[in-house]
């Protein structure tokens, strides 16, 4: 079983940046796609971004642009880099891992994810 711990979250003021962290632990991640996802209160679970085991990465096209999501496998670490930040950007993020998919934006295609950390922007 792998265990993530997400990191880097806080308050920052719109048009600023934030580097999330993912950090696993208990098996190498090298062989998995890597997912990040975010939830606002109230609202669905809703896929921010992922990369697959190879390097290929997706984002969804509200933070296509502005969001750059990388992996260090020596380090076991997927990061999510958030520029020009906006209001409705605010929610806890989860990261998550999984088998490659070509439904790599579902939820139900990861098997473990991290506790979450907050991301707060305001205007």
């Known amino acids: 079983q792998v265990q993530l711990v997400e990191s880097g979250g806080g308050l920052v003021q719109a048009g600023g940046s934030l580097r999330l962290s993912c950090l696993a632990s208990?098996?190498?991640?090298?062989?998995?796609?890597m997912g990040w996802f975010r939830q606002a209160p109230g609202k669905e679970r809703e896929f921010v971004a992922a990369?697959?085991?190879?390097?290929?990465?997706f984002y969804t096209k509200s933070v296509k642009g502005r969001s750059t999501i990388s992996r260090d496998n020596a380090k076991n670490t997927v990061y999510l880099q958030m520029n020009s930040l906006k209001p409705e950007d605010t929610a806890v993020y989860y990261c998550?891992?999984?088998?490659?998919?070509?439904?790599?934006?579902?939820?139900?295609?990861?098997?473990?994810w991290g506790q979450g950390t907050q991301v707060t922007v305001s205007s």
């Open positions: 208990g098996r190498t991640i090298s062989g998995y796609a």
């Open positions: 990369i697959w085991k190879i390097g290929i990465t």
């Open positions: 998550a891992v999984g088998a490659d998919s070509s439904e790599y934006y579902e939820p139900r295609k990861y098997d473990y």
